[in-house]
């Protein structure tokens, strides 16, 4: 048994007609937002969780911390249009069990509903690569992330030195360390990087 939870009533219904047509996978249940969501699980209890991040009200992540809440071996997976690092990490981190794209051919998603049933995490390798690359840019250090505050308001190795009080090549090997966690070749990509992961929030 499975339950579906999409805000859009079209790929909500198509989705389910899809599915319906997999073997030994049955729709018992659907909800078009959080609060449905974490209704729907209470009454029905399905072995699986298809759910959306972005809702109405309630979000994905909150309706799924819910519904943990009541079944903590409850079996979800998160069924986005994004694949935004930050809607990956929070999904994963709510206790979703796998992180798929609606572009996902329906045979992957049938797959991944019983790779769940059966209690596996199952993350396909673009997913996993990203959890990877955050992780790394998690693990860096206050001063790394002078640095790169720095780097983004566009001063030299020289003024980076001299607004931290380090040395010049203290400065180069702190810029080195961050083009290396943040799987970045120079400056540029290290300034983009950082903005669109949300390392560093310009004003």
């Known amino acids: 048994m499975y339950s579906l ?3 859009h009533p079209s790929m909500r219904v ?5 599915i319906n047509h997999q073997s030994k996978i049955q729709v018992v249940a659907e909800a078009a937002n959080g609060e449905e969501a974490i209704e729907v699980y209470s009454k029905t209890k399905p072995d699986v969780v298809l759910m959306d991040l972005r809702m109405p009200g309630i979000g994905g992540v909150e309706a799924i911390l819910a519904i943990r809440k009541v079944d903590p071996d409850v079996k979800v997976i998160v069924l986005s249009t994004y694949d935004l690092d930050e809607d990956i ?3 994963i981190r709510s206790g979703a069990a796998s992180y798929l794209l609606k572009d996902t051919p329906i045979e992957d998603i049938a ?3 019983t790779s769940a049933y059966a209690g596996n995490v199952s993350l396909p390798k673009s997913v996993t690569k990203r959890l990877a690359e955050s992780l790394q840019r998690e693990q860096l250090t206050e001063r790394e992330k002078e640095v790169l505050e720095a780097l983004i308001m566009g001063r030299s190795n020289k003024e980076i030195a001299s607004r931290l009080s380090i040395s010049d090549e203290t400065a180069k090997s702190h810029l080195k ?3 290396q966690k943040l799987n970045v070749c120079d400056r ?3 300034a983009i990087a950082a903005v669109r992961h949300g390392i560093v929030h310009l004003d």
């Not at 198509?14 to 899809?18: D, E, K, M, P, T």
């Open 111 to 113: 797959n991944a509903i």
């Open 188 to 190: 540029t990509e290290a």
């Open 5 to 7: 939870l999409n805000d």
């Open 89 to 91: 990490h929070l999904a």
């Open 177 to 179: 360390t961050l083009f």
């Open 14 to 18: 198509g989705l389910a007609a899809l």
